[in-house]
């Protein structure tokens, strides 16, 4: 019996459901209990580990499981219940603004590496970063702030602040740092500050280089966040 393994963005970390737990998917896991259009349980569906595989138990709304390596798409009605295939699938629930990842931990071992590993970035580039953050706090502050959107929870696909709204968040008078910041940290991971700022909140983020706790350090001083 495999672990069931639950990817979704509001999560620091995936979440591993063992098979003898069951998973809602209410409103207090997908959105730490804030969105209200989303029911609690037991109005909601969840993941169960029933008859030596994983189910997705719809009890009202009507969902839809995309099958990656099938390519295909079922839909899952009221009081329903589908049973997961082996490998990954992105369940899309609650209207379908709600995706995650789904797959079984069996049948997704660690990848034979041949010759060098790939490296994203340059070597040493995630000690350049940690060093310049800490000589430099206030990138840190400015970053956190730009990508507020990667550690709150929501039922959206998170994407930066735009810059006006960081700069109301940090209290800036200009654009200045925030510029200074990214062009400086992806200068330390990739030799250059342009053409790979799409990728920076996914690379500070898989080496905790940017944690949920560096939001403390965001003054929000004329935004209105909290």
């Keep these: 019996m495999a672990e069931l393994i639950v990817d979704f963005h509001a999560l620091p970390e995936p979440r591993v459901v063992p098979p003898g737990e069951q998973l809602w998917l209410d409103r207090d896991f997908l959105s730490d209990g804030r969105d209200e259009r989303i029911s609690r349980a037991p109005n909601a ?68 590496v041949d010759g060098p590993e790939t490296m994203i970035g340059l070597n040493g580039a995630a000690v350049r970063v940690a060093l310049l953050l800490s000589r430099k706090p206030r990138h840190r502050a400015v970053l956190a702030a730009y990508y507020r959107e990667y550690f709150t929870p929501g039922i959206e696909s998170p994407k930066p602040l735009d810059r006006a709204r960081t700069r109301l968040c940090m209290g800036l008078t200009s654009f200045t740092a925030l510029e200074r910041a990214l062009n400086e940290v992806v200068t330390e991971i990739w030799g250059e500050p342009q053409g790979h700022r799409h990728e920076l909140a996914d690379y500070l983020i898989r080496e905790r280089l940017l944690v949920a706790a560096d939001q403390g350090l965001v003054p929000h001083r004329f935004c209105g966040h909290h």
């Design 45 to 112: 569906p969840f993941l169960r580990h029933m008859d030596g595989r994983w189910w997705l138990v719809n009890s009202r709304d009507k969902l839809a499981v995309w099958v990656a390596a099938e390519s295909l798409r079922f839909t899952v009605s009221e009081r329903c219940a589908f049973p997961l295939p082996d490998g990954e699938a992105e369940v899309r629930l609650w209207e379908e603004r709600v995706r995650l990842v789904v797959r079984d931990s069996a049948v997704w071992p660690e990848p034979r």
